[in-house]
Nanobody, 133 residues
Framework: HVQLVESGEGSVQAGGSLKLSCVAS????????MGWFRQRAGAEREGIAT???????NYADGVKGRFSISKDNANNTLYLEMTRLDPWDTATYYC????????????????????????????WGQGTQVTVS
């Protein structure tokens, strides 16, 4: 059984920074793809960043250059460092693991390219709120 617990809930001013964490348990952390997703009020959940088993990262265009995903295997923790935050970034943020068929490389099961598709991730944390004003 995989358990993911996010933390870092906060409210910040536009232009500010915030760091989120996700502590993972119940699996071999270093062999798994992991991702960060967010869901704005009234919108569908969207992928923003992944890091695969080899440490390679992938970002959505809207956050590239502002957000940074990383992991600390010693503490079984995934991080998302967010800078130059905008009110548009206000959302519930989730960490996630893919379905086994997608695997530890974070590649789409259909295209063999890095994926941020919500449908390819099946294990989710409970989410943490970020508000930017």
């Amino acid at each position: 059984h995989v358990q993911l617990v996010e933390s870092g809930e906060g409210s910040v001013q536009a232009g500010g920074s915030l760091k989120l964490s996700c502590v993972a348990s119940g699996y071999m952390y270093s062999t798994y793809c992991m991702g960060w997703f967010r869901q704005r009020a009234g919108a569908e959940r969207e992928g923003i960043a992944t890091i695969n088993r080899d440490g390679k990262t992938n970002y959505a265009d809207g956050v590239k250059g502002r957000f940074s995903i990383s992991k600390d295997n010693a503490n079984n923790t995934l991080y998302l460092e967010m800078t130059r935050l905008d009110p548009w970034d206000t959302a519930t943020y989730y960490c996630a693991l893919p379905y086994r068929r997608t695997g530890g490389d974070c590649y789409s099961v259909t295209s063999d390219l890095p994926t941020l598709d919500v449908s390819e991730f099946g294990f989710w944390g409970q989410g943490t709120q970020v508000t930017v004003s």
